[in-house]
Antibody, heavy 127, light 110 residues
Framework: QLQLQESGPGLVKPSETLSLTCTVS??????????WGWIRQPPGKGLEWIGS???????YYNPSLKSRVTISVDTSKNQFSLKLSSVTAADTAVYYC???????????????????WGQGTLVTVSS | QSALTQPASVSGSPGQSITISCTGT?????????VSWYQQHPGKAPKLMIY???KRPSGVSNRFSGSKSGNTASLTISGLQAEDEADYYC??????????FGGGTKLTVL
């Protein structure tokens, strides 16, 4: 059974960089059928897609966060990571990683559903 | 890329049916049959309930069903049970390899 687990600091100072890692177990991150995504949820608010990555390193980002986000993958460790720079209090959220089912039409990647999800990790931005 | 629009809350009595709407635009919901729905209990991670508008993953009760008309997708839960009380989120493909979520709907079972 595929499982995902987020890890990283729970407290980040304003203007610094948030760094999280998602470890995939029970399956390979190098599957051709999936991307791997990050989603966040501010306290009491809805879900926001941050971005996704393929095992080859191909990435797609939410346009609203693109200038501050970097997602990378380490296939040798079956992990992918998120870096969000210049954080503010507005970036305080529970951050989830999830497997993203995709369909490939030629060179176009079509996002489908997210499943399974990690348990999530709360990151608070505060001095 | 704007969030999909969902009602903030819906409610129903045990045994009844409820429907949650998810309204997008011709750039997301209206253009693709790639709407998924997630159930989230307090303090828990979201769980996939419906994908590709109306398909149910293995293990999800057939009391959950999905549909779409134009720019609006819907999730219907029939035979409401106390355990269905949760937050529900829709998600759609939005083109250019991006995804967009709805703002979420809190379902209360009276």
């Amino acid at each position: 059974q595929l499982q995902l687990q987020e890890s990283g600091p729970g407290l980040v100072k304003p203007s610094e960089t948030l760094s999280l890692t998602c470890t995939v177990s029970g399956g390979s991150i190098s599957s051709s059928s999936y991307y791997w995504g990050w989603i966040r949820q501010p306290p009491g608010k809805g879900l926001e897609w941050i971005g996704s990555i393929y095992y080859s390193g191909s990435t797609y980002y939410n346009p609203s966060l693109k200038s501050r986000v970097t997602i990378s993958v380490d296939t040798s460790k079956n992990q992918f990571s998120l870096k969000l720079s210049s954080v503010t209090a507005a970036d305080t959220a529970v951050y989830y990683c999830a497997r993203l089912m995709i369909t490939i039409f030629g060179v176009v990647i079509i996002n489908n559903w997210f499943d399974p999800w990690g348990q999530g990790t709360l990151v608070t931005v505060s001095s | 890329q704007s969030a999909l629009t969902q009602p903030a809350s819906v409610s129903g009595s045990p045994g009844q049916s409820i429907t949650i709407s998810c309204t997008g635009t011709s750039s997301d919901v209206g253009s693709y049959n790639l709407v998924s729905w997630y159930q989230q209990h307090p303090g828990k991670a979201p769980k996939l309930m419906i994908y590709e508008v109306s398909k149910r993953p293995s293990g999800v009760s057939n009391r959950f069903s999905g549909s779409k008309s134009g720019n609006t997708a819907s999730l219907t839960i029939s035979g409401l049970q106390a355990e269905d009380e949760a937050d529900y989120y829709c998600c759609s493909y939005a083109g250019s390899s991006t995804s967009v979520f709805g703002g979420g709907t809190k379902l209360t079972v009276l």
